[in-house]
Each structure stands twice: as structure tokens, then as C-alpha cells.
């Protein structure tokens, strides 16, 4: 199992651009979320969904869209990149009831 | 009163010392409890989750009171090794686990 995968690793993007963090999971779990992290703020909820085909927004939704078409695959699109979204993000997933697995992280910045 | 609070730290421990972290939550309705481990430039990981009636793995042991909406984290005996950033979780709804609140972490150094 990879458990959860992240691309790109890392990425540089000017203002105005967009562009889509992809998370993919195989370990059929029903929940997964994107989170960023920045100094001094901790982790932050951005979207998560509950299966595939739903979605909700968490606590810093602003500036992201996300779908999720296929239980495996939940990217996160940046509509219009500003430089407040400089940060590193993570996805996770998990199981009903279990414990969140978290992917390796998205450095982005934002010039 | 913040939804997960930690002390920051840094803690500064030698090898063999006893650490104590201590975390505090807001919402009463919380169901789940966690304790996860961030490295340096790393993906947190989980690194156990909390019981009412506590919990022991090795030389870590969490607490939960929910009275005084407590939770505690001891590391006994610590190593290089354990040198990370603690990361207090809490779930925001009764219930779901999915929707977690994580705290800002408190930062271990464990030196020679």
C-alpha cells in the first residue's frame, strides 16, 4: 500500500495562476480532508468530504475548490493563487472511526 | 477560551528525563482524542489516541478528563529520538472523526 499520495512535492506559482494539489489514497477510506500549515497557526482545515460525491468546507475555505468523483482521489483546486496561500499542504484520509493518515505534503509558495 | 490549546514549549530535556505536555479543549460534545507526532518537515503521524480510562503504550501515556476537558501526554525515559513537535486533536462534532481540531503543537528538544 502507498497509503496517501501527494503531488507535486513541491511548487512555485505567481500571482493570479491556478492549480490543482492532487491527493489519492488506497486504502478505501471514506473520509479525507486538506489541511495547510503554516508557523505559528498550526493545522488548519480547509475542505474535507465524507465519500465520494460529498464535500464540505472546514475552517479556511476561502480561495479552494475541491470535488471528489472517486472514493481514491481528492484533489484541491487554487482558483486564482494569492500570496496568503503560501503554506504547506496536507491531505489525509481515514476510515469511519479511525485515526487520519496524513500524505507527505505540498510546498507551495506564491510570489 | 481557544478550541485545542497547548503550551508551544520548546521543552528542553536531557536523556532519561520525564516530560510532561498538557492540553486543553473547548467543545464538551468532543468524542475523540488524539496525540500525533510532527518531525521536522514531516507529515504528522499518529502516535496514540486517548482514553477516558487512559492509556499506555510503552513509554507513553495519555489521559483524558473530560470534567476539566484535559488531556495529557507523559513520555518516560525520553530519547534523541523523541525530539518532535506534539500535536493536541481533538474532533469538532460528537461522534465524527473526521472533522478534527488539531493544536498548535508543543515543541520537545531532547538533548545528550
Known amino acids: 500500500n502507498a497509503g496517501v499520495t501527494q503531488t507535486p512535492k513541491f511548487q512555485v506559482l505567481k500571482t493570479g495562476q491556478s492549480m490543482t494539489l492532487q491527493c489519492a489514497q488506497d486504502?478505501?477510506?471514506?473520509?479525507m480532508s486538506w489541511y495547510r500549515q503554516d508557523p505559528g497557526m498550526g493545522l488548519r482545515l480547509i475542505h474535507y468530504?465524507?465519500?465520494?460525491?460529498?464535500?464540505d468546507q472546514g475552517e479556511v475555505p476561502n480561495g479552494y475548490n475541491v470535488s471528489r468523483s472517486t472514493t481514491e482521489d481528492f484533489p484541491l483546486r487554487l482558483l486564482s493563487a494569492a500570496p496568503s496561500q503560501t503554506s504547506v499542504y496536507f491531505c489525509?484520509?481515514?476510515?469511519?472511526?479511525?485515526?487520519?493518515?496524513f500524505g507527505p505534503g505540498t510546498r507551495l509558495t506564491v510570489l | 477560551r481557544k478550541e485545542v490549546e497547548q503550551d508551544p514549549g520548546p521543552f528542553n530535556v536531557p536523556e532519561g528525563a520525564t516530560v510532561a505536555f498538557n492540553c486543553t479543549y473547548s467543545?464538551?460534545?468532543?468524542?475523540?482524542f488524539f496525540w500525533y507526532r510532527q518531525d521536522c518537515r514531516k507529515e504528522p503521524k499518529l502516535l496514540m489516541s486517548?482514553?477516558?480510562s487512559g492509556n499506555e503504550d510503552g513509554r507513553f501515556t495519555a489521559q483524558l478528563n473530560r470534567a476539566s476537558q484535559y488531556i495529557s501526554l507523559l513520555i518516560r525515559d525520553s530519547k534523541l529520538s523523541d525530539s518532535a513537535t506534539y500535536l493536541c486533536?481533538?474532533?469538532?462534532?460528537?461522534?465524527?472523526?473526521?472533522?478534527?481540531?488539531f493544536g498548535k503543537g508543543t515543541k520537545l528538544s531532547v538533548k545528550p
Open positions: 489525509a484520509s481515514s476510515s469511519w472511526g479511525g485515526w487520519q493518515f
Open positions: 486504502m478505501n477510506h471514506e473520509y
Open positions: 468530504s465524507v465519500g465520494a460525491g460529498i464535500t
Open positions: 467543545n464538551s460534545a468532543s468524542q475523540s
Open positions: 486517548v482514553y477516558s
Open positions: 486533536v481533538v474532533n469538532r462534532n460528537g461522534g465524527s472523526q473526521g472533522n478534527l481540531i
